[in-house]
């Protein structure tokens, strides 16, 4: 087992394992992060998860930074994992309260994050309905942005919280076949995992209703192999189910939640994890969830209790990821400022008439 403490928690600049994110202005996409960062943070994660166990106090390396929350939709889950993981390495967090702010007298987004950028915080964590993330990064100028839930594009850090969680059950992804279920078209959660898990050496199949199968804002999924819900669930090493985004369905799939097949008495016959079909599992599967989970809905409430539906873990595990992957960031950042300056500084002592515009 790994210790933070004792383990090299600076890692130094030598070895900077991926791309420059301070140009790239933050993560807003699992596709940014190599296999090798991946693994990084899972190692981190895990070592933070372990001190922690073991009643070692926190390595404040986020002491400094100044994070803002920008939440323009709800979260508990992922604000509250966010904000935790930054209390508990040592950042100051500003949590914009989208309730009492000017977004109530209809400012945008955008003059929301520029605000947030002119106060001068080093990174803003981001929630949006909308998708327009040239337009945030734009409106943020040189502050970094990360993805906390992009409409129906990304959610790249609940996928690596969901990594770790599938890691601690296998120790490895290589030919696992790993099954999304649900309202694959408007979730996010869903674009974050078909991208990262093939990349991990996953199979990933998909199944659920027919028309929420599609994302046609992403081409990427169409390659993607579909079952039919008894066959998925009876085939996979584990099984990913997905909330029904009520939010973000059309007037027409709307009224089938109210008397059709999405209704509360139908959805979890026709498509969700019912205990029928949990018989019919490997006795080797885990089922995760991202939540908020809809009982008796997406899954059947009696298998909420069973240890190998690990929600909670996933909960637990989300946090630990976001420490790693919030210090690795700031990292990767120092080291970046830190070789532009020893650059910088190379060049005066070359030339020293560069020393006189300073
Ligand atoms: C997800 C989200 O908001 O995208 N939840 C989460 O962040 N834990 C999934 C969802 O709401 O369906």
């Not at 579909?226 to 009224?255: F, G, M, N, Y």
């Not at 190998?308 to 080291?335: F, H, I, P, Y």
Request: charged share 25%.
């Amino acid at each position: 087992m790994t210790f933070l403490k004792y383990d090299i928690t600076w890692r130094g600049c030598g070895i900077m394992t991926d791309i420059a994110f301070r140009s790239l202005n933050g993560l807003w996409s699992v596709d940014q992060l190599t296999v090798e960062a991946i693994s990084e943070l899972v190692r981190r994660a895990r070592a933070f998860r372990a001190d922690h166990a073991h009643g070692i106090p926190s390595v404040k390396l986020l002491q400094g930074w100044t994070v803002a929350l920008a939440f323009f939709e709800p979260s508990t889950r992922t604000r509250l994992s966010f904000q935790t993981a930054l209390l508990r390495g040592g950042a100051d967090v500003l949590d914009l309260d989208v309730a009492r702010s000017s977004v109530q007298k209809g400012e945008n987004i955008e003059e929301t994050l520029a605000t947030l950028s002119a106060l001068a915080v080093d990174l803003v964590i981001v929630r949006t309905r909308d998708e327009d993330i040239a337009a945030y990064r734009e409106a943020l100028g040189g502050t970094p942005l990360i993805n906390a839930g992009f409409g129906r594009r990304e959610h790249p850090t609940q996928a690596l919280g969901d990594v770790l969680t599938l890691y601690d059950a296998w120790g490895t992804l290589e030919g696992k076949v790993i099954g999304i279920l649900g309202d694959i078209r408007h979730s996010r959660v869903a674009g974050s995992h078909l991208r990262l898990l093939p990349r991990l050496g996953a199979r990933v199949v998909i199944g659920g209703p027919e028309d929420l199968l599609d994302r046609p804002h992403d081409p990427l999924s169409e390659n993607i192999k579909r079952l039919p819900v008894d066959a998925l669930v009876k085939e996979v090493d584990a099984l990913i189910v997905l909330r029904l985004q009520k939010e973000r369905l059309s007037e027409a799939i709307l009224q089938r939640t109210r008397e059709g097949d999405l209704a509360p008495q139908q959805y979890l016959q026709a498509y969700g994890l019912n205990e029928r079909r949990w018989q019919t599992m490997r006795s080797e599967r885990v089922v995760l969830h991202p939540g908020p989970v809809w009982p008796d809905g997406e899954i059947a409430r009696s298998l909420l209790k069973e240890p190998s539906v690990l929600v909670r873990k996933q909960v637990t595990d989300g946090m630990w990821m976001r420490l790693a992957l919030l210090t690795w960031l700031k990292e990767q950042w120092s080291c970046e400022s830190a070789h532009s300056m020893s650059v910088d500084q190379a060049f005066k002592t070359l030339d020293p008439s560069l020393n006189m515009s300073v």
